[in-house]
């Protein structure tokens, strides 16, 4: 089933001390189990083609099913979830999250931009590994197509927030979903960005979200979840609302 939503858009420091707020959503974690990329890097050491089958495999999307005790199984922790907002509710200081990422030029129209730690619940955190992400011009802009336009990360990140959302609702709702494609557009006119027509904006003109989800509910249960992810969504919302951005040189 599919459904789809529209929407314009608008415009080192040290480690803090555990808060209650970090202690009660610590606690809701579960002990974490091994990983398949890591079984299948110590079987890599000893049977590379084997190990090199098994990945191929994993990437292939396979049907999801639910638990043995009749429960939704989308991958997503609800009950750690909920206690979280439990003890936020109860020590709101720990909501205060700050997200940073950096950006190093490297060559022409060709940059580097990475996310490794953040502040929230009361204290400086750390992804489990750094990201980085490359970010370029396509060669009909005269320039080397290195990696993804910066707007094509912007749709990259409203299509994350989004699915991630559907997930969680849907597993909230006792939903199994068994596969999930969202695909987005976002049109454009360059003559904004190129200075010819100072009527037209540089950014997008509207943006346009489809979702094609396999799951065991109803058309109208599938568009409940897809609106309630919407809701909630972060980048959905500094997409559609003014936010307050400030540019400076240090």
Same mark, same amino acid.
């Given at each position: ?14 480690? !803090? ?65 909920? !206690?979280?907002?439990? !003890? ?157 951005? !400030?540019?400076?040189?240090?």
């Amino acid at each position: 089933m599919a459904t789809k939503r529209k929407t314009k858009a608008k415009s080192a420091r040290k480690p !803090a001390k555990k808060t209650a707020a970090t202690r009660a959503v610590k606690a809701t974690r579960k002990p974490a189990k091994k990983s398949a990329r890591r079984v299948l890097r110590k079987r890599a050491t000893r049977r590379p083609n084997r190990a090199a089958k098994q990945t191929a495999r994993a990437a292939i999307p396979t049907k999801r099913s639910r638990r043995a005790d009749g429960s939704a199984d989308n991958g997503v922790d609800v009950a750690a979830l909920l !206690a979280a907002r439990e !003890a936020l509710t109860a020590a709101p200081a720990g909501a205060k999250f700050t997200w940073r990422a950096t950006c190093d030029w490297l060559n022409g129209t060709h940059a580097r931009s990475a996310v490794d730690g953040f502040f929230g619940l009361g204290g400086e955190q750390a992804h489990r590994t750094r990201y980085a992400f490359e970010s370029d011009h396509p060669e009909v802009f005269a320039s080397e197509d290195n990696g993804a336009t910066p707007v094509e990360m912007v749709l990259c990140g409203l299509a994350g927030c989004l699915t991630a959302g559907v997930a969680s609702v849907a597993q909230r709702r006792n939903v199994q979903l068994h596969s999930v494609k969202a695909t987005l557009e976002g049109s454009m006119d360059l003559q904004g960005i190129l200075g010819i027509d100072g009527d037209v904006r540089n950014g997008f003109d509207d943006i346009v979200v489809s979702f094609e989800i396999d799951a065991d509910a109803s058309r109208d249960d599938i568009e409940a979840i897809v609106a309630q992810s919407q809701k909630r969504s972060a980048v959905y919302d500094i997409i559609t609302n003014p936010t307050n951005v !400030a540019v400076v040189v240090k």
